[in-house]
């Protein structure tokens, strides 16, 4: 088993991420049948951070207590009983309680399997073993929506896609395969309650992945509407993995990169990015659409994700756990608010205007945090 250690966990990793967006082609589906538009799409995918926040800022460390093998085994169950759910009984009040399930088995996932991953490969890999998270983690949050748009494109309009039987056969198997892992950590006698860390130096990597998961989290909430209110839907499914699969293809590059470098890089591609989305939902041109997604992947998921969690991995060893807990809100603070706001924005002046008002403030924040840095 210990061969197959590092496999498995970044399977696991994968089929939690890979349900958060697997419902997401879904999502205008779902809306009508609330009658509330773009406010109930930002709602439901709001819901998903409901339940992330609260299980990062309070069980941030719990894997430090309890282990690191019973969160990542509560988080496959969370995402298959998440994922049931929807195939049972579709529905928008549904859609709102798996994303909530869906949020916090992904925050279990991350904080535990970001520690356990470099306890299994070693202290001197460290940021090797950032690399196959956010490779795992970014795959799986791209390739459960591109799953699922497939699988509607072959088999016709369904609530019950195949990439949801898929995730609902592996779940039990990864399971048992998660249980039979080696034990890696050292128990610590602290508290269930632990809150997260912020280690001095984190805060400009905190901030710019905030930013730059805002333009992914308006991507995955906002331009499956944007793409069905113009004959587009099926669409939604590419555009979402394109959202996450570019960045997968940026680490090994930004892996070879100091960490500051990674993150100078992933700042200049942030507003690169979402203007050519911007352009593209004005112009209502596919090609811009994708070239503005893949800009802001590679930012999100790439260059801004790897030297984040690599950097807040190295600065805090011995809080490894809490420390990419605070880093992740950092990251689901900028993947909600804003989407919250546009959201509600959007059903008041459209689409497109909301987006670009969301353009205007991400720029502002960007001056801000580079001014701030160039003082220091």
């Given at each position: ?14 089929a939690v991420t890979f ?145 949801f039987r898929l995730l ?95 993150l100078r890089l992933g ?110």
């Amino acid at each position: 088993m210990p061969r197959f250690s590092v496999p498995i966990l970044a399977l696991c990793l994968f089929a939690v991420t890979f349900a958060v967006n697997l419902q997401a082609p879904l999502y205008p589906a779902y809306v009508a049948t609330s009658g509330l538009g773009a406010t109930a799409a930002t709602l439901a995918f709001a819901a998903y951070v409901a339940g992330l926040m609260p299980t990062l800022i309070f069980l941030g460390g719990l894997s430090d207590r309890i282990g690191r093998k019973a969160p990542l085994v509560c988080a496959l169950l969370l995402s298959g009983g998440a994922t049931l759910l929807l195939a049972v009984s579709p529905g928008w009040v549904q859609l709102v309680i798996a994303r909530v399930l869906l949020g916090t088995g992904t925050a279990l996932a991350t904080t535990s399997g970001t520690a356990y991953m470099t306890e299994l490969m070693g202290e001197p890999r460290a940021k090797q073993a950032a690399l196959v998270v956010t490779s795992a983690t970014s795959l799986g949050f791209g390739g459960g929506a591109l799953a699922t748009g497939l699988s509607l494109m072959a088999q016709g309009p369904s609530f019950v896609p195949a990439s949801f039987r898929l995730l609902l056969l592996a779940v039990p198997l990864l399971v048992l395969s998660c249980l039979a892992l080696p034990r890696a950590w050292v128990p610590r006698r602290v508290s269930m309650l632990r809150l997260p860390v912020f280690p001095e130096g984190s805060a400009p990597y905190g901030i710019a992945i905030g930013l730059s998961w805002a333009s992914t989290g308006m991507t995955i909430a906002v331009v499956p509407l944007l793409l069905d209110r113009q004959g587009l839907g099926a669409w939604s499914g590419p555009v979402i993995f394109l959202a996450l699969f570019v960045g997968f293809l940026c680490q090994p590059l930004a892996r070879r990169m100091s960490n500051p470098r990674a993150l100078r890089l992933g700042l200049c591609l942030i507003p690169l990015g979402f203007a050519g989305l911007l352009a593209g939902a004005a112009l209502q041109s596919i090609p811009l659409i994708l070239l503005g997604t893949g800009l802001t992947s590679a930012s999100s998921y790439g260059f801004t994700y790897l030297s984040a969690l690599s950097e807040v991995s190295m600065l805090a060893p011995e809080n490894r756990a809490r420390a990419t807990a605070g880093l992740f809100v950092y990251a689901y603070c900028g993947f909600s608010v804003p989407v919250i706001a546009a959201g509600g924005l959007a059903d008041r002046i459209g689409v497109v205007p909301a987006m670009a008002v969301f353009f205007g403030v991400q720029l502002a924040c960007l001056a801000g945090l580079v001014i701030a840095q160039r003082g220091r």
